[in-house]
C-alpha cells in the first residue's frame, strides 16, 4: 500500500494537520465577491491543445468545465506555454456546484482511499468520525466557503506529453491521497519532483497558486490564493452557484455550514468497512 517507513506517517500526519488548519483559516479569511461571471473553458482553449476528463464527476454529474471570465487568459496562457515545451494540460476538473461539491465525500473511491491512509496512519485502527472529517477536509473540501472550486477560481491537472501521448509522472495518478499528495513531498522521484517543480513554474507565471496539500489543484483570485500568496487582499471570487447562465453568490452563512454532518462520517465508515469486509478484509480501492 504505502512505503511504511515511520517517517511516512509522520509526514501525512503532519502534512493532513496541517491542511485542517490551513482550512480553518480560509474560513475567516475576508473575501469581496466580484460578481463576475463564469464562462466555459472549453471556449477558452481555442487554438491552444488542451484535453478535458470525458468520466462522469463521481458518477453522475456530466462534465462540464466552467471557470471566472477574468481568468480565462490567464488559462489559456498557461496551456500555450505548456504546449511550448511539449506538454498538454488536461483538466480535470474546474467549477462544482455546492451539489458536486457534497458529492465529493460521497464517492467511495475517494472516501474508502481515505479512510485506508487513517487506518494506516493509526496503525490498524478504525478512526472516530471526527478523525475522518479533519482528514477528508484536508483532501475534498467539506463546506463551500473552502472548496474554491465551487467559486469557479480552481482547476485539477495533469500533464501530457505531446511527443509521446503518455501523463508526466508526478508522483501518482489523479487524485493522489497519500503522503505523496503534498506538492513538496520528500516521498517521490527526482524526475517526479522535477516535473512538479516546472509545471508549478509555469502556472505561478500565469498566475496560478498551488494548493500546497495537492500536486494538482491550482487557483487564482480566491481565498487559497491570497491567503497564500499574503498580499493581505480580500478575495475576489466567493462560493456560487450557476444557474441559467448566472451566477449567484452562497450566503456566507450557507457557505459556511458543512457539507455533511459528523453522522454522516460515522455512518460512510461504517459502509466502507462493510466494503472491505466483502473483499476478505483486503484494503480499499488501492
Not at 455533511?260 to 484494503?283: C, T
Request: glycine fraction near 8%; hydrophobic fraction near 35%; proline fraction near 6%.
Amino acid at each position: 500500500m504505502n512505503n511504511l517507513l515511520p517517517e511516512c506517517r509522520t509526514y501525512w500526519t503532519t502534512q493532513m494537520e496541517d491542511a485542517f488548519h490551513f482550512m480553518e483559516a480560509i474560513r475567516s479569511y475576508p473575501f469581496e465577491e466580484c460578481g463576475e461571471n463564469l464562462c466555459s473553458l472549453t471556449d477558452a482553449a481555442e487554438g491552444v491543445e488542451v484535453a478535458f476528463s470525458q468520466t462522469l464527476r463521481n458518477g453522475q454529474f456530466p462534465r462540464e468545465f466552467f471557470i471566472r471570465v477574468g481568468l480565462a487568459e490567464p488559462f489559456r496562457e498557461a496551456a500555450r506555454a505548456m504546449n511550448d515545451r511539449g506538454w498538454m494540460l488536461k483538466i480535470e476538473d474546474a467549477y462544482r456546484s455546492p451539489e458536486m461539491q457534497r458529492a465529493q465525500s460521497h464517492n467511495p473511491a475517494f472516501f474508502d482511499r481515505i479512510l485506508e491512509m487513517v487506518i494506516w496512519e493509526l496503525g490498524g485502527e478504525i478512526p472516530t468520525p471526527e478523525l475522518m472529517l479533519r482528514r477528508v477536509s484536508a483532501l475534498i473540501a467539506t463546506r463551500c466557503r473552502v472548496g474554491t472550486h465551487v467559486s469557479g477560481s480552481a482547476i485539477d491537472v495533469t500533464l501530457w506529453s505531446l511527443t509521446t501521448g503518455e501523463e508526466l509522472k508526478r508522483g501518482g495518478a489523479y487524485p493522489e491521497f497519500s503522503e505523496k499528495s503534498p506538492m513538496a513531498s520528500p516521498f517521490i522521484t527526482r524526475e517526479e519532483r522535477q516535473n512538479r517543480q516546472e509545471i508549478d513554474a509555469v502556472m505561478k507565471h500565469y498566475g496560478w497558486i498551488a494548493y500546497p496539500y495537492e500536486f494538482w489543484h491550482y487557483s487564482i483570485g480566491d481565498a487559497y490564493a491570497e491567503y497564500l500568496g499574503g498580499m493581505g487582499r480580500p478575495a475576489r471570487y466567493g462560493a456560487i452557484r450557476f444557474e441559467e447562465g448566472k451566477i449567484k453568490p452562497v450566503p456566507d452563512s450557507e457557505s459556511d455550514e458543512l457539507l455533511e454532518p459528523l453522522e454522516f462520517y460515522q455512518q460512510s465508515i461504517q459502509e466502507a468497512l462493510a466494503r472491505r469486509e466483502k473483499l476478505g478484509g483486503r484494503d480499499l480501492n488501492l
